[in-house]
Nanobody
Framework: QVQLVESGGGLVQAGGSLRLSCAAS????????MGWYRQAPGKQRELVAV???????NYADSVKGRFTISRDNAKNTVYLQMNRLKPEDTAVYYC?????????????????WGQGTQVTVSS
């Protein structure tokens, strides 16, 4: 099993900053992509940013130039630095990883989600 623990959400004024963290633990053999998604009330979950195990990144157009995704492979942790926040960034943010889990000599691939952390940006 894999557990993801998110932290760093909260309430901030427009123009402010927040940093989200997501730490993965459990029977992890390796982690491929790590990403952040968000879901606003009444809307579908959308990709915010993703980072590969080689360090390549991709961002939603709405956050380019404001958000930065990074990872610490030694800690199995992914971060999302969010600057110049806007009210439209208000959502529940979820981390997601694609990982191989180890059970003896067996390796299974899967996608895992965090529990979500609320980010609220006031105008």
């Amino acid at each position: 099993q894999v557990q993801l623990v998110e932290s760093g959400g909260g309430l901030v004024q427009a123009g402010g900053s927040l940093r989200l963290s997501c730490a993965a633990s459990g029977r992890i053999y390796s982690i491929n992509d790590m990403g952040w998604y968000r879901q606003a009330p009444g809307k579908q979950r959308e990709l915010v940013a993703v980072i590969t195990n080689a360090g390549s990144t991709n961002y939603a157009d709405s956050v380019k130039g404001r958000f930065t995704i990074s990872r610490d492979n030694a800690k199995n942790t992914v971060y999302l630095q969010m600057n110049r926040l806007k009210p439209e960034d208000t959502a529940v943010y979820y981390c997601n990883i694609e990982a191989l889990t180890a059970y003896g000599s067996r390796r299974d691939s899967g996608a895992y989600w965090g529990q979500g952390t609320q980010v609220t940006v006031s105008s």
